[in-house]
């Protein structure tokens, strides 16, 4: 199976899509002559042409309004944020058009959109480009939030995006695109809301998403050397949540710790730990624990920013603090 | 590090004891399992044990003083150990439980305001975890000893693994963050045999011990009417007359051979019984709710009479036994309820029991069923009577009645008589019983 990058798949399920279907167009800043700001876009100008790989000026509100524009007339865009960063002033259109859009219309227009582009911090970018924005968008009700840790997951997740008739928030990480991974040369599909078990042991789970998967998958081969054999639970969408695999994997491990890329109130760790406590109280040992990024903004100095990212050191201590082998 | 030494709910329903006896002075090594005090509970009185090593530093409660359960009454640390902030901490508590416990429980200062749900312990408040540190929904590895006083804190794991395999929360010392019982606790305990109860022996739970059959919808209805009509146990009868001549001669003629060859009419009912409810599951059985648990192994109740009240130690595994094991057994947990020395595991796990007001000439009387067991024996007096001989005319024989009450959710009329069959067959041919 080819070994690829988390780019290449993305730039893979963009051209798949478009081959298959010529209503699905790619929008936003730097994706055409420039071949995308992290060129995940890719040669995509070349071959669709300039009606379907669209440059635009620096107005995230402006695009992803045009976007939800074309949505409503029958198109299938796919709007990518330079990163998720700059997409709050676009959020109005992201909440307030995209996601309502079907239930105040009454079912009149269909909303088939999806906006994308790299979420969280990557190195020493500060306090304003370092956010993680899962717990915001997995908030509003009417959108889907998708997570992919890995090339694999991220190239069947975006084709299932760009299929779905809903509008999908697709979630990537600067630090993910070169990531490799195998992913098969024969098309397929990954569907939303369904949770991979990336790592089976029966000590502890690990819930997770994202860029996060790498740092738990990190933690769980350390933790092995140890004899401490882990879960690893790959949310991949956020929204919906597979909540039946987080059950199944805590209930045989009766232990949890959930690791997350964003701060640490009304987290998506939040969320996760309530659904545990509701349906798993009598399967637990010990309180779940929350790994996350430190409760500030983001630091600039190397080390201070290290500190304060959720990392394999913290993961580990977390995991050994369930399993009560340290105070 | 210091282990604090707490009293244990040593019974399933204790809530105060009184600490009879130090058995260690101050200064003296501790080893692991050591009994530090004697205490008395509501049934009995039992072993306090030492759940670490070191020395005891500190004897936090005097003799012949009621405290309430986990209340700290000692310290077993190292030599040189600081152990000041325990023992300061404990003082006023040992003070406040001073007897009489009740007045001391309610003048408790209201300093755990905030704790509620430990509301009724009167230990002295520890100092509070400095808040907001940083790690968030971590273990709560500086939860309040005082809440620790007032109930037994066990993940819910723990507490469900706990109830699935029959270990007594109260008797197991928790290894998670401020003494939280946990899974590994309730293993250790389950597999290996009590680290925490060294002196229990603990019995395992084996494959075949017993069959759970869920409810049969008929089951399920006759469960349903029958406890609207008479409840929560919806009980009846069955009295039968036995003829225990046989039975008579062949205890002479054991004693003959022998004092060590003597056994009672009691010994005899009790081995004739266990023979027949090996034979018979269906009323060696626990009502549990929404099934029935048949057991194949038969642990006896018997009860005994004692100054206190009534208590049941149990005779396990009675239908393995033979009359002289039976009889020797029996005096023997006879005599521990009455010098009220039955530990827990003595009088717990019964399947059936049997109750006697022989000794007492009462002729016939109906015992109140021990849930979850789903029937009990009423032994009656042993009388001579007058009886139609098989020729016809009168002979004098000796007879016993006994009353059966059977839980009629689990027992109809019909499967209670069978047993009774049974056990007559054996009472009345005792050979049978050494067969």
Same mark, same amino acid.
């Given at each position: ?10 730039n ?15 929008m ?5 002559l ?12 070349? *071959? ?21 524009g ?7 865009p796919?709007i *990518? ?6 997409a ?8 307030n058009?995209?996601?309502k859009?079907?239930?105040m ?13 790299p ?5 020493q ?12 968008l997995?908030h ?10 890995t ?27 070169n ?7 024969e ?7 369904k ?8 000590d ?10 790498l740092?738990?998958m ?66 637990l ?13 983001m630091p ?18 977390a ?9 | ?13 204790m ?6 006896k ?7 090594a501790?080893?692991?399992?050591d ?22 530093? !500190? ?11 986990g209340?700290?009454?000692g310290?077993?640390? /190292? ?5 000041s ?8 508590a040992?003070? /406040? !439980? ?9 003048? /408790?200062?209201q ?11 009167? !230990? ?41 395999r029959?270990v ?11 003494g ?10 389950a ?30 209805t ?7 009509? =008479? ?20 205890r002479t003629?054991? /004693? ?17 019984t ?12 626990h009502?549990?709710?929404d ?25 396990f ?7 002289g ?11 521990k309820?009455?010098?009220?020395k039955l ?5 717990t ?19 109140? =069923?021990?849930p979850p067991?789903?029937g ?8 001579d009577?007058?009886?139609v001989?098989?020729?016809?005319g ?9 009353t059966?009450?059977c839980?009629h ?11 009774l069959q049974?056990?007559r067959?054996?009472?009345e ?7």
């Amino acid at each position: 199976m080819p070994v690829i990058t988390y780019r290449d798949a993305l730039n893979q399920a963009l051209r798949e899509e478009m081959h298959n279907d010529d209503r699905v167009f790619l929008m936003g800043e730097e994706v055409g002559l420039y071949n995308g700001a992290y060129k995940v876009s890719k040669g995509l100008l070349e *071959e669709f042409g300039e009606m379907r790989v669209v440059d635009t000026p620096i107005t995230e509100l402006g695009f992803a309004g045009v976007g939800v524009g074309a949505a409503m007339v029958g198109l299938r865009p796919v709007i *990518e944020f330079m990163t998720w960063n700059f997409a709050l002033l676009a959020l109005d259109q992201v909440v307030n058009a995209a996601a309502k859009m079907l239930y105040m219309s009454g079912g009149q227009y269909p909303m088939p959109i999806v906006f994308r582009g790299p979420n969280g911090a990557a190195l020493q970018l500060s306090a304003q480009h370092s956010q993680a924005w899962e717990s915001w968008l997995a908030h509003i009700p009417g959108l889907k939030v998708v997570s992919p840790g890995t090339p694999y997951d991220a190239k069947g997740l975006l084709k299932s995006a760009i299929r779905d008739g809903n509008p999908v928030v697709f979630l990537e990480g600067e630090m993910l695109y070169n990531t490799k991974g195998e992913v098969p040369e024969e098309p397929y599909l990954i569907p939303l809301g369904k949770a991979d078990l990336k790592r089976e042991g029966n000590d502890c789970s690990i819930i997770t998403s994202g860029k996060m998967v790498l740092v738990a998958m990190s933690a769980a081969d350390q933790l092995a050397k140890e004899g401490i054999h882990v879960d690893v639970v790959d949310l991949r969408t956020i929204r919906p949540m597979d909540t039946e695999a987080i059950f199944a994997s805590v209930r045989r491990t009766n232990r949890a710790v959930v690791l997350e890329e964003g701060w640490e109130v009304c987290g998506i760790g939040a969320q996760v730990v309530d659904y545990i406590q509701r349906d798993c109280f009598d399967d637990l040992d010990a309180p779940v624990i929350r790994v996350h990024q430190a409760d500030v903004p983001m630091p600039y100095a190397k080390a201070i920013e290290k500190a304060a990212k959720p990392d394999v050191p913290k993961t580990i201590a977390a995991v050994k603090k369930v399993m009560y082998l340290e105070a | 590090m210091a282990t604090k030494v707490f009293m244990e709910a040593l019974s399933p329903t204790m809530e105060e004891g009184r600490l009879v006896k130090w058995n260690k002075n101050e200064g003296d090594a501790i080893k692991q399992g050591d009994v530090l005090a004697e205490v008395e509970t509501d049934k009995a009185v039992m072993e306090l044990v030492a759940r670490g090593e070191g020395v005891l530093r !500190a004897r936090l409660v005097a003799e012949g003083a009621a405290v309430p359960v986990g209340t700290l009454v000692g310290v077993i640390g /190292a030599k040189d150990e600081d152990i000041s902030a325990l023992v300061a901490g404990a003082s006023a508590a040992a003070a /406040a !439980a001073a007897p009489p416990v009740t007045a001391a429980a309610a003048s /408790a200062p209201q300093s755990n305001a905030g704790t509620s749900g430990s509301a009724s312990t009167a !230990a002295a408040p520890l100092p509070v975890a400095a808040s907001g540190s940083g790690t968030h929904g971590s273990a709560p590895s500086a939860a309040p000893a005082s809440a620790a006083a007032a109930r037994t804190i066990a993940s819910p794991l723990a507490r469900r693994l706990a109830g699935d395999r029959g270990v007594e929360l109260s008797g197991v010392t928790g290894s998670g963050p401020g003494g939280r019982i946990v899974k590994r606790d309730i293993e250790a305990i389950a597999a290996a045999g009590s680290s925490a109860r060294a002196a229990a022996p603990v019995r395992k739970t084996i494959e075949g011990d017993f069959e759970d059959v869920p409810l049969t919808m008929i089951r399920k209805t006759i469960a349903k009417r029958l406890a609207e009509s =008479i409840g929560p146990i919806p009980t009846f009868y069955l009295t039968a007359e036995f003829d225990l001549s046989r039975a008579a001669e062949m205890r002479t003629a054991a /004693a003959e051979l022998g004092d060590e060859f003597k056994v009672s009419f009691n010994d005899i009912i009790l081995k004739a019984t266990a023979t027949a409810l090996a034979q018979h599951p269906e009323v060696n059985a626990h009502w549990l709710g929404d099934h029935i648990r048949y057991h194949n192994r038969v642990h006896l109740g018997m009860a005994v009479a004692t100054d206190d009240g009534l208590i049941v130690p149990v005779i396990f595994d009675a239908n393995e036994k033979g009359l002289g094991a039976i009889s020797r057994e029996s005096k023997e947990l006879a005599k521990k309820a009455r010098e009220r020395k039955l530990k827990p595991e003595d009088y717990t796990g019964s399947t059936f029991s049997v109750s006697n007001l022989g000794m007492m000439q009462i002729e016939q009387f109906t015992a109140i =069923i021990n849930p979850p067991e789903v029937g009990i024996l009423a032994i009656g007096a042993i009388e001579d009577k007058a009886v139609v001989a098989p020729d016809g005319g009168f002979e004098v024989r000796k007879r016993l009645r006994v009353t059966m009450s059977c839980d009629h959710r689990a027992v109809d009329g019909a499967v209670g008589a069978k047993f009774l069959q049974t056990l007559r067959r054996l009472i009345e041919n005792p050979l049978l019983l050494v067969h």
